[in-house]
């Protein structure tokens, strides 16, 4: 990642990235982190939920779950995005948790904010009316890839499920630029150490044009 990067505070990295980047980023509108699989943005949209009281976030690997790895916006559009909209609570079983016998729910607690949705896939155009803020995690991919195994392990059905994963995500990737869309970009694998609480961010503009970062 070769472009210009200032360091934010990890508590403050949507509010002042509002001032330092002139973003128009809202409390009740869903702010979006996408990246490569194995990038950080999990990692950072946790980090950010912690620092920001009354925040939730919601994971899109959760909604395609058994479903699809990126045909999912509708379901996270109904169940999700609208009832947050409309200020309601959301608590969604998707057919396949039911289905499979998976234990829980995808929960957005009412008065909930910031809501913050983490996935590989989760900027695109349909979901453009319903996010304010999208975060592009930028990451090496061999070191992306080592924390995919480090993760998931490396018995041969697992790599093959990450080979057939990355396949998906490459060609989602290439048909969409998601990073060109991207208001904030964020360091996922810095070359030097970060201080505790802390990120390294840029703009759009500093991210390349046809080569995400």
Not at 150 to 167: N, S, V
Request: net charge negative; charged share 25%; hydrophobic share 45%.
């Amino acid at each position: 990642m070769n472009h210009p990067l200032q360091i934010v505070d990890v508590g403050l990295a949507l509010g002042e990235a509002r001032f330092r980047f002139s973003l128009d980023v809202a409390d009740d509108v869903p702010h979006v982190l996408l990246g490569r699989s194995g990038s950080g943005k999990t990692t950072l949209a946790e980090r950010l939920a912690d620092a920001l009281p009354g925040a939730a976030v919601v994971h899109t690997d959760d909604v395609a779950w058994h479903h699809s790895f990126f045909d999912w916006q509708g379901p996270l559009i109904e169940h999700v995005l609208e009832p947050f909209r409309a200020r309601d609570a959301v608590r969604w079983r998707p057919v396949p948790w039911i289905e499979r016998g998976r234990p829980g729910a995808i929960v957005v607690p009412d008065g909930c904010s910031p809501l913050i949705v983490e996935g590989a896939g989760a900027s695109r155009d349909e979901l453009a009316p319903y996010l304010d803020a999208r975060v592009w995690v930028a990451s090496d991919p061999s070191i992306a890839r080592a924390r995919e195994i480090d993760r998931d392990g490396d018995a041969p059905e697992t790599l093959a499920f990450i080979e057939e994963w990355a396949e998906s995500e490459r060609a989602f990737f290439a048909a969409r630029e998601p990073w060109t869309l991207a208001d904030l970009i964020v360091c996922g694998t810095p070359e030097a150490a970060v201080p505790d609480g802390q990120l390294l961010v840029g703009t759009r503009s500093d991210a390349p044009g046809h080569t995400p970062p």
